[in-house]
């Protein structure tokens, strides 16, 4: 299957720390198909030899497992090609048309690794010079705008060139092999889908949290803040995953049909809500793994007087008859505690106790992303009988354990990497892990009035140190429930 992927920002951040790591795995695996070129446009003048010399450059600061020796790189290398290309200059447009046009392929891909305010431009080039031909697919990086009016804007003008099933927007959550194997625990086995309701389950927890701070990116930051940059997209979609209907089959629109019904389910915010529900938070300076670190506000081009938000926790429900009443609580931030996301879909406990059960202890399902990647099941199981003085029996108590699945132990070296995965998917054309227009503009629909709240309200974000778990409003949201993070047990 002989291709062109043509990444837009080809020397950029994205495209030497991510995807060409990725695409170089998969060149490594076996799993590229052959006959493909890799083609970095940026506006640099640069040769072929130039630009290969760059990307091997880069690749020095990959980790170790995942860089090249000198032999893989010459032979990956002869993929990667460099056009010079200024995004406002149809004449430029016309010079990598013809180099596309040197050769039959059966698919172009138009990877826009560059500031969402540029794709407007580079969609209208692209037609302009007759680039978006019927075997021409476009990949769209977030963020997709910053608010519902700026998405549909995008999501507008992309269309007004591509048609949706050419439109691939990457949530690199949907290739992680843990979130994979959701679907295949959800769908592929009976255990668990009787379970799966408002009947059985407590509440459910998702906590997506970093050590590391805004590190260079204060400047991107500033505008993006935490309920942009993971809520509205990792954490929604992840949300979706756990909550969708079955659907009718594996195809691309049944999946996203049936995550759309879920945000479509999601209960609209009310003043009360959004004051109770909703908790905004910003680290100040603390110390992590040893190190003293310092507070957003003293982070380089970060305002002194900023009320962007590090750190997100929130409650919603989904008003539905599967998962009415059923809280689902969402945090995000960062420099946390550590580094780790995590999903805790917490049981209810037994209706009558005949044993004595850990206090707090309760049944449930832990499906970890980073930077473990399994699924643990808390289960309890016979204790030691205890006995009365005259030996009569005096009780018997239960003990907590677990069952312990590390995909990374059990699979190897057959794990994908996410991007690796979304890549290949991009390559042959299966839209089943990215987001279609409707799912976006939905999810920009939801958190948009927590964008409104956060605007009229003076008191700005909730500090709290670096190193730890997030302001304590976090645990009263939750504690108000009656429930508690799990860190908190």
Same mark, same amino acid.
């Given at each position: 299957?002989?291709?062109?992927?043509?990444?837009?920002?080809?020397?950029?951040?994205?495209?030497?720390?991510?995807?060409?790591?990725?695409?170089?795995?998969?060149?490594?695996?076996?799993?590229? @198909?052959?006959? !493909?070129?890799?083609?970095?446009?940026?506006?640099? @003048?640069?040769?072929?030899? =130039?630009?290969?010399?760059?990307?091997?450059?880069?690749? +020095? #600061?990959?980790? !170790?497992?995942?860089?090249?020796?000198? &032999?893989?790189?010459?032979?990956?290398? $002869?993929?990667?090609?460099?056009?010079?290309?200024?995004?406002?200059?149809?004449?430029?447009?016309? =010079?990598?048309?013809?180099?596309?046009?040197?050769?039959?392929?059966? *698919?172009?891909?138009?990877?826009?690794?560059?500031?969402?305010?540029?794709?407007?431009?580079?969609?209208?080039?692209?037609?302009?010079?007759?680039?978006?031909?019927?075997?021409?697919?476009?990949?769209?990086?977030?963020?997709?705008?910053?608010?519902?009016?700026?998405?549909?804007?995008?999501?507008?003008?992309?269309?007004?060139?591509?048609?949706?099933? #050419?439109?691939?927007?990457?949530?690199?959550?949907?290739?992680?092999?843990?979130? #994979?194997?959701?679907?295949?625990?959800?769908?592929?086995?009976?255990?668990?889908?009787?379970?799966?309701?408002?009947?059985?389950?407590?509440?459910? =927890?998702?906590?997506?949290?970093?050590?590391?701070?805004?590190?260079?990116?204060?400047?991107?930051?500033?505008?993006?803040?935490?309920?942009?940059?993971?809520? #509205?997209?990792?954490?929604? =979609?992840?949300?979706?995953?756990?909550?969708?209907?079955? @659907?009718?089959?594996?195809?691309?629109?049944?999946?996203?049909?049936?995550?759309?019904?879920?945000?479509? $389910?999601?209960?609209?915010?009310?003043?009360?809500?959004?004051?109770?529900?909703?908790?905004? %938070?910003?680290?100040?300076?603390?110390?992590?793994?040893?190190? +003293?670190?310092?507070?957003?506000?003293?982070?380089?081009?970060?305002?002194?007087? *900023?009320?962007?938000?590090?750190?997100?926790?929130?409650?919603?429900?989904?008003?539905?008859?599967?998962?009415?009443?059923?809280?689902?609580?969402?945090?995000?931030?960062?420099?946390?505690? /550590?580094?780790?996301?995590?999903?805790?879909?917490?049981?209810?406990?037994?209706?009558?106790?005949?044993?004595?059960? @850990?206090?707090?202890?309760?049944?449930?399902?832990?499906?970890?992303?980073?930077?473990?990647?399994?699924?643990?099941?808390?289960?309890?199981?016979?204790?030691?009988?205890?006995?009365?003085?005259?030996?009569?029996?005096?009780?018997?108590?239960?003990?907590?354990?677990?069952?312990?699945?590390?995909?990374?132990?059990?699979?190897? /070296? &057959?794990?994908? %990497?996410?991007?690796?995965?979304?890549?290949?998917?991009?390559? +042959?054309?299966?839209?089943?892990?990215?987001?279609?227009?409707?799912?976006?503009?939905?999810?920009?629909?939801?958190?948009?009035?927590?964008?409104?709240?956060? +605007?009229?309200?003076?008191?700005?974000?909730?500090?709290?140190?670096?190193?730890?778990?997030?302001?304590?409003?976090?645990?009263?949201?939750?504690?108000?429930? !009656?429930?508690?993070?799990?860190?908190?047990?």
């Amino acid at each position: 299957m002989a291709f062109d992927l043509v990444f837009f920002g080809g020397t950029g951040d994205l495209v030497w720390r991510k995807l060409m790591p990725a695409l170089f795995q998969a060149f490594r695996h076996g799993t590229l @198909p052959e006959g !493909g070129r890799i083609i970095g446009v940026a506006r640099d @003048p640069m040769t072929d030899a =130039q630009y290969r010399t760059l990307i091997q450059s880069r690749f +020095a #600061q990959v980790e !170790g497992s995942k860089r090249p020796n000198d &032999e893989e790189f010459s032979r990956f290398a $002869a993929l990667l090609h460099y056009e010079r290309v200024d995004l406002s200059n149809p004449a430029d447009y016309a =010079q990598l048309g013809a180099r596309l046009a040197e050769r039959e392929t059966t *698919s172009v891909v138009m990877y826009l690794a560059t500031a969402p305010s540029l794709f407007k431009t580079v969609c209208e080039q692209l037609a302009a010079a007759q680039l978006n031909t019927p075997k021409t697919r476009i990949v769209l990086e977030k963020p997709l705008g910053h608010d519902l009016q700026s998405n549909r804007a995008i999501n507008a003008s992309v269309r007004s060139v591509f048609a949706e099933h #050419q439109v691939f927007r990457i949530d690199h959550y949907l290739g992680k092999p843990s979130v #994979q194997n959701l679907f295949a625990m959800r769908f592929g086995n009976a255990l668990f889908e009787p379970l799966w309701r408002r009947e059985h389950i407590a509440n459910i =927890q998702i906590t997506i949290a970093e050590e590391l701070g805004v590190e260079k990116r204060g400047a991107f930051y500033e505008n993006t803040g935490a309920l942009r940059d993971m809520v #509205q997209n990792h954490a929604l =979609q992840l949300l979706c995953a756990l909550a969708m209907e079955p @659907p009718i089959n594996s195809h691309a629109d049944a999946i996203r049909d049936e995550k759309l019904k879920v945000l479509r $389910a999601l209960k609209p915010w009310t003043t009360e809500t959004l004051g109770q529900h909703v908790v905004r %938070g910003q680290y100040s300076a603390g110390n992590v793994n040893g190190q +003293a670190v310092p507070g957003y506000r003293e982070e380089v081009g970060v305002n002194p007087n *900023s009320h962007t938000e590090t750190f997100v926790a929130l409650r919603t429900e989904i008003a539905n008859w599967r998962w009415a009443g059923v809280p689902f609580y969402i945090r995000t931030g960062k420099r946390l505690a /550590s580094r780790e996301a995590h999903i805790e879909i917490n049981f209810r406990p037994t209706p009558h106790a005949i044993f004595q059960s @850990p206090a707090g202890a309760v049944n449930k399902l832990i499906i970890h992303l980073q930077p473990k990647d399994g699924l643990e099941l808390h289960l309890f199981a016979q204790g030691q009988n205890t006995r009365s003085k005259d030996g009569s029996p005096a009780g018997q108590t239960l003990s907590p354990v677990h069952l312990d699945l590390d995909f990374d132990k059990r699979f190897g /070296s &057959e794990r994908v %990497g996410a991007y690796e995965r979304l890549l290949l998917d991009v390559l +042959a054309g299966r839209l089943n892990l990215f987001v279609r227009s409707d799912e976006q503009e939905e999810a920009w629909r939801w958190v948009e009035p927590v964008m409104q709240h956060w +605007a009229h309200d003076t008191q700005g974000p909730r500090l709290y140190t670096a190193g730890t778990w997030g302001p304590s409003a976090s645990s009263a949201m939750i504690a108000r429930d !009656g429930f508690c993070w799990s860190e908190e047990i």
